[in-house]
């Protein structure tokens, strides 16, 4: 079945730096977008970046110049860059894919960034 697997959260001062991965597998037909959202605590999901199959890319304003989302070789593989941490920045982070013709949404389970001193 389709797995979206994320690593890369964890703990990190203001300032810092992190990076997110998110691999995809079982899927066989074409990766239409994936992107990266974050859930704070009390709040809705809210989109972070994504990236298209040409790589055009766009960004959450909160985020512009301080994110940098990318894919690997394989268009399996999703990266987010991500420097000048804040403490707002403080949320899980979902991997998120659409797939295929019909563009069907899968999600990852989440990874906690927290940005704190």
């Known amino acids: 079945q389709v797995q979206l697997v994320e690593s890369g959260g964890g703990l990190v001062q203001p300032g810092g730096s992190l990076t997110l991965s998110c691999a995809a597998s079982?899927?066989?037909?074409?990766?239409?977008?994936m992107g990266w959202y974050r859930q704070a605590p009390g709040k809705q999901r809210d989109l972070v970046a994504r990236?298209?199959?040409?790589?055009?890319?766009n960004y959450a304003d909160s985020v512009k110049g301080r994110f940098t989302i990318s894919r690997d070789n394989a268009k399996n593989t999703l990266y987010l860059q991500m420097n000048s941490l804040e403490p707002e920045d403080t949320a899980v982070y979902y991997c998120?894919?659409?797939?295929?013709?019909?563009?069907?949404?899968?999600w990852g389970q989440g990874t906690q960034v927290s940005v704190s001193s």
């Open positions: 998120n894919a659409q797939v295929g013709a019909f563009r069907l949404d899968y």
């Open positions: 079982g899927i066989r037909s074409n990766i239409y977008v």
């Open positions: 990236i298209f199959s040409g790589s055009a890319a």
